[in-house]
C-alpha cells in the first residue's frame, strides 16, 4: 500500500522561541519609539516653518527640477538616438575600409 500512498513529509515550521523576555523592557521600548516619532514630527514641523519663513523671506529663483514628467522617455531617446549615430558610423568606416581593401587587391593582382 505505501508504494501507492507513499508518505508525504509535512514541511518543518519555524518555531522560535526567545531564550528572555523582558515586559518591563518592550514596554519602555515602545514608549521610546513613540516619544521619538512625535519628537521628529515636531523637527519636521518645526523645519517647515523654517523653511516656508526663509521662502517668504528669499524667493527661489532658477530653480529647475532635475526630474519631470517625461524625462526617463527623453533619456531613452537620446541614447537610441546615440547608439544609431554610432552605428551608422561603424557601418560607414566598416565599408571604406573594406573598399580600400577590395582596391588594394585589385591593384596587386593587376
Known amino acids: 500500500m505505501s508504494v501507492l500512498f507513499p508518505k508525504v513529509q509535512k514541511p518543518r515550521a519555524w518555531d522560535y522561541r526567545p531564550i528572555y523576555y523582558d515586559e518591563q523592557k518592550e514596554k519602555q521600548k515602545k514608549v521610546r519609539e513613540k516619544l521619538d516619532a512625535l519628537r521628529r514630527e515636531n523637527q519636521e514641523q518645526s523645519e517647515q516653518q523654517k523653511d516656508e519663513a526663509s521662502a517668504e ?26 547608439r544609431q ?9 566598416f565599408f571604406i575600409a ?7 587587391f585589385y591593384w596587386l593582382l593587376k
Open 57 to 82: 523671506a528669499q524667493p527661489m529663483t532658477g530653480y529647475v527640477p532635475t526630474l519631470h514628467r517625461g524625462s526617463f522617455r527623453e533619456a531613452r531617446e537620446l541614447s537610441e538616438d546615440f
Open 85 to 93: 549615430k554610432s552605428q551608422r558610423q561603424s557601418k560607414t568606416i
Open 98 to 104: 573594406l573598399l580600400f581593401l577590395l582596391l588594394f
